[in-house]
């Protein structure tokens, strides 16, 4: 175990996607009615990697393939003339706490969130530092549970980190996006990276 932060984990997932999605290409683009469309990106003359991301006609962007299971951003406010390039900017462009909430809307937070081993060894060890200058019970108590996740459960560790506060606030430690949702997220980041390379090649602005 690494102690890593949750912006480390999102540059780590951001670095490993960076370097697999380097030469995709757009390969299908599909443009339908009442701004809907959909693109295929996937690796020149390969038959895999590919992603199919789609905006649906309530402005929701659903983003599928060999990358990721099914992710759907919902809840778009935009303008009746927005098009479907509006949708994948407006997910291409948020942070992630904005990424996370569309995709729990659409997708379910079971899917969307989960907690990761590293970053609750961060996130012990910064409430112990934060919280724990004027309780020193409350700092043993924290440091404490980040040893124990050595060798315990993460779930455990949280229900006893429960138990001996009685603090909800304390239990959180570890929550992160899923990895499912980082990749969705950074593919629509691609497309968007690859529809703004094609109006510089030729000028024109497609769907």
Not at 27 to 38: E, I, L, R, S, Y
Not at 186 to 202: P, S, T, Y
Request: hydrophobic residues 40%.
């Amino acid at each position: 175990m690494q102690k890593q932060s949750a912006a480390e984990r999102v540059a780590f997932f951001r670095e490993m996607a960076a370097n697999s999605l380097v030469i995709h290409e757009i390969t299908q683009v599909v443009a339908g009615p009442n701004a809907t469309a959909t693109w295929v990106i996937k690796k020149p003359g390969s038959s895999s990697y590919w992603t199919q991301i789609i905006v649906t006609f309530d402005h929701s962007l659903i983003v599928h393939g060999d990358a990721t299971d099914v992710v759907c951003f919902s809840r778009y406010h935009g303008a009746v003339n927005d098009t479907a390039r509006d949708v994948v900017a407006w997910i291409a462009n948020k942070d992630i706490q904005g990424v996370t909430e569309k995709a729990v809307i659409g997708t379910g937070r079971d899917a969307c969130r989960t907690y990761d081993e590293d970053v609750a060894l961060h996130d012990l060890l910064e409430y112990a530092e934060i919280y724990g200058k004027d309780d020193p019970q409350l700092k043993e108590t924290l440091l404490k549970a980040a040893r124990r996740l050595e060798d315990e459960d993460l779930e455990d560790v949280r229900r006893w980190v429960y138990e001996e506060t009685g603090d909800p606030e304390f239990t959180n430690f570890g929550a992160v996006t899923s990895s499912r949702v980082l990749w969705a997220w950074f593919l629509v980041q691609k497309l968007q990276e690859l529809l703004h390379e094609g109006i510089k090649q030729d000028g024109t602005k497609s769907v």
